[in-house]
T-cell receptor, first 114, second 111 residues
Framework: DAGVTQSPTHLIKTRGQHVTLRCSPISGHKSVSWYQQVLGQGPQFIFQ???????GRGNFPDRFSARQFPNYSSELNVNALLLGDSALYLC?????????????FGPGTRLTVT | LAKTTQPISMDSYEGQEVNITCSHNNIATNDYITWYQQFPSQGPRFIIQGYKTKVTNEVASLFIPADRKSSTLSLPRVSLSDTAVYYCLVGDEGDNNDMRFGAGTRLTVKP
């Protein structure tokens, strides 16, 4: 079975632009979460979606938004990019919504903002 | 969610047993303890999860004392490929799955 996939692998954008990152969960997983990982730090929670509804939001500005599609894939959108948005963006999927369900992470999308 | 404290880094040698301790003094009654491993430029990978006493799987053991204010991840006979960052997370089964990662422990295994 395929694991969590993310696209693109790498991305370079300039300040002020917007970006869309994509995630496909493991087949059968209905929950998708997004994390931002800045170099040298642990992943920081951005969003969780379950059954196409937002179920959790981390401490990120409104420039960050996401959605989940009927096939449970997800997009993370970031508007008005700042240099500080440069990071590895991780997507994780799980069968359910609570902590009891193991999360499976994708390889991430490396975003560089110049 | 309870806050966790781990050592920033640890060194070990191949073949040794490594124990990484995590403090979580404010752990709540319903909180589980979960450990993840992360290699450079990869997403974290689930290692083990427990609630109390001892849990063992094919890669690690997790020891949790009776007061549950700390936990110890034990990696038997580490190899060079175990060099990674290890994260301890504590959260409530009733929460959504918004895992709060700290800085983790950077384990370096030397030959």
């Amino acid at each position: 079975d395929a694991g969590v996939t993310q696209s693109p692998t790498h991305l370079i954008k300039t300040r002020g632009q917007h970006v869309t990152l994509r995630c496909s969960p493991i087949s059968g997983h209905k929950s998708v979460s997004w994390y931002q990982q800045v170099l040298g730090q642990g992943p920081q929670f951005i969003f969780q979606y379950y059954e196409k509804e937002e179920r959790g939001r981390g401490n990120f500005p409104d420039r960050f938004s996401a959605r989940q599609f009927p096939n449970y894939s997800s997009e993370l959108n970031v508007n008005a990019l700042l240099l500080g948005d440069s990071a590895l963006y991780l997507c994780a999927s799980s069968l359910g919504i609570t902590e009891a369900y193991e999360q499976y992470f994708g390889p991430g999308t490396r975003l560089t903002v110049t | 969610l309870a806050k966790t404290t781990q050592p920033i880094s640890m060194d070990s040698y191949e073949g040794q047993e490594v124990n990484i301790t995590c403090s979580h003094n404010n752990i709540a009654t319903n909180d589980y303890i979960t450990w993840y491993q992360q290699f450079p430029s990869q997403g974290p990978r689930f290692i083990i999860q427990g609630y109390k006493t001892k849990v063992t799987n094919e890669v690690a053991s997790l020891f949790i004392p009776a007061d549950r204010k700390s936990s110890t991840l034990s990696l038997p006979r580490v190899s060079l490929s175990d060099t990674a960052v290890y994260y301890c997370l504590v959260g409530d089964e009733g929460d959504n799955n918004d895992m709060r990662f700290g800085a983790g422990t950077r384990l370096t295994v030397k030959p």
